[in-house]
């Protein structure tokens, strides 16, 4: 059975003018806005800092660490400057994230050993190594067998298949990038409600009618200028048609991308880069299977209220059942074929570190396992794939002309944070906010762990998640120390700013799977808000539970 592909949006149908020259003007603001506060940061910050930090830390702890507590000045000016620069997107995230290679040595703050040390994190490489295995299921579409293996299991009627779309998504977004798995669930997507389409025009209802109205939509419509009539005309003369059942599908696989990736330390930026953080700056290791020990049991929840905040409250599906569904399923998941050698190796690979990540340290004891160990078990399948062969001519599981397509950008963007993290440490910077807000230590702490999630939450909608982590995860670091968070407790703070960073679920803009949803043609921006803002509320609550119920008792962490 043929689907008929939705054709993109044309440019032409767009002005992108006025809206490119908001975005430049924005970026504009942003670059010499950044350098200004940063340099207002610099003479304004009280003078006494240093004697403010002296007396928190200690003389004797000052030396024995090799603190340059002088040059907290300059590094809270370049934090300022950085964070606007990445909230702004003045220059591109990752050209951000190089200052500190510029600036640090260069003003004196650390020597370039110092700054450039963090661009080798052992988390980076954690990363990296997800990224080529990642990869690897891909180029062997044993992401899409996997995707298509749970939509047959769950069913195939409208709600069912929504549930089974986001069990999908969100099951692959835990090791594969929630970009690259909305990237792939979105044709099929597609092809499941041009069918449902056709089913209601043949029993005689018109979905635009019973929606409301045809589509306003598209990338260009929602990322430029937002010129809702110009995409509307474009959409319509694609014969695109809006229904409950289609808006709330496109919504399903861009929230589950993002909910299902916090399951994980490598399923969302934010989540490493919190690993990092705490490994780097509070010499702490955050275990894989721990995470996932807490992280899991959330994202179930986080789903099954989504789902049905989508299919039963929001945009509940115009019909019952789809007729024609499950051959449409079933005869994309044939067009996969037999498992081929190659498939089944990175199968196999894919178990072996999964294993490794999260049951090894439950079976030898934490205290057994070598350091650095899920960095090791990343790269070790990473190597592997190298080597072993996936076809009989002795091609490779993976060659490096794939691997080398990884977001090496978003590696560089981790090295920027963590050095500029490093470097509140070393400058006595996280103590200096600590001690400004010792006021809260009287605060109940559900209420302080409330707030730095909404706060975190309200700033992803509109900056990038990893920017927003990389930018605030030092700041809220102090924050706890300032309460009476001392070592790993000071995840208590720190856990839900990672995972409410992840949270974008309101504009197209906020994060990738969004604008790929509303590429489709089938969304409107209140489509998006309206669904996004409860569920927004709903992830709010439950990362709050989360922390209390399931990271102190697993982490082990002390309430202050």
């Not at 293996?149 to 986001?166: A, D």
């Not at 989508?310 to 037999?338: A, D, H, R």
Request: charged share 15%; glycine share 10%; aromatic share 10%.
């Amino acid at each position: 059975m043929s689907v008929k592909e939705v054709p993109p949006v044309d440019p032409k149908a767009v002005d992108q003018s006025e809206g490119e020259k908001k975005i430049s003007k924005v970026r504009l603001a942003g670059l010499f806005g950044g350098v200004i506060l940063g340099v207002l940061v610099y003479f304004l910050l009280p003078r006494d800092a240093v004697d403010i930090i002296t007396n928190s830390v200690g003389a004797d702890t000052i030396a024995e660490k090799e603190m340059n507590v002088g040059a907290v000045y300059i590094v809270a000016g370049i934090a300022v400057m950085m964070a606007i620069w990445w909230m702004t997107e003045a220059i591109s995230l990752a050209a951000t994230a190089m200052v500190p290679l510029v600036l640090f040595p260069l003003l004196g703050v650390n020597d370039y050993a110092g700054a450039a040390g963090s661009y080798a994190s052992d988390t980076i490489y954690l990363f990296m190594g997800g990224f080529i295995l990642a990869i690897a299921m891909q180029r062997w579409n044993l992401d899409r067998r996997i995707a298509l293996g749970i939509v047959r299991i769950v069913g195939v009627k409208p709600k069912r298949l929504i549930l089974g779309f986001m069990i999908a998504t969100g099951f692959l977004s835990m090791w594969v990038s929630n970009t690259a798995t909305a990237v792939m669930m979105l044709p099929i997507g597609l092809s499941v409600v041009q069918l449902f389409q056709s089913a209601k025009e043949q029993n005689g209802l018109d979905v635009e009618a019973a929606y409301g109205g045809s589509v306003h939509g598209g990338v260009l419509g929602g990322l430029v200028n937002r010129d809702e009539d110009a995409a509307s005309e474009t959409a319509e003369k694609q014969g695109i048609k809006r229904s409950n059942f289609a808006v709330g599908l496109m919504l399903a696989i861009a929230y589950a991308a993002s909910i299902g990736s916090l399951a994980t330390p490598i399923g969302t930026p934010p989540n490493t880069l919190l690993k990092a953080y705490m490994a780097d700056t509070l010499h702490y290791e955050i275990n894989f299977g721990l995470w996932f020990l807490m992280g899991f049991p959330m994202v179930v929840v986080f789903t099954l209220f989504s789902w049905w905040i989508l299919t039963s409250v929001m945009f509940k599906p115009e019909m019952e059942e789809i007729p024609g569904g499950k051959e449409l399923i079933n005869q994309e998941y044939k067009k996969l074929g037999k498992m081929s050698a190659g498939e089944g190796l990175v199968t196999l690979l894919f178990v072996a570190a999964v294993f490794c990540w999260i049951f090894v340290p439950f079976i030898v004891g934490q205290d057994n396992v070598p350091p650095k160990f899920d960095s090791i078990v990343a790269m070790t399948a990473a190597v592997l794939l190298f080597i072993i062969p996936g076809k009989k001519n002795g091609e490779r599981l993976v060659t490096w002309n794939e691997a080398k397509t990884i977001p090496w950008d978003i590696l560089i963007l981790f090295g920027g944070g963590l050095s500029l993290s490093k470097q509140f440490e070393h400058t006595g910077l996280s103590y200096y906010i600590g001690e400004q807000v010792k006021g809260l230590a009287g605060a109940p702490i559900v209420l302080i762990v409330l707030a730095v999630a909404a706060l975190v939450l309200a700033l992803t909608e509109l900056t990038s998640n990893t920017a927003t982590a990389a930018a605030f995860l030092p700041i809220i670091g102090g924050v706890a120390m300032g309460i009476g968070l001392e070592g790993p407790n000071v995840m208590i703070l720190t856990i839900p700013a990672a995972l409410a960073a992840t949270c974008a679920f309101m504009l197209p803009v906020a994060t990738p799977p969004n604008a790929i949803a509303y590429g489709s043609g089938y969304l409107k921006i209140t489509d998006m808000i309206k669904g996004g803002f409860i569920i927004a509320l709903v992830g709010l609550v439950l990362i709050t539970i989360t922390v209390f119920a399931l990271a102190v008792p697993i982490f082990g962490l002390a309430l202050p």
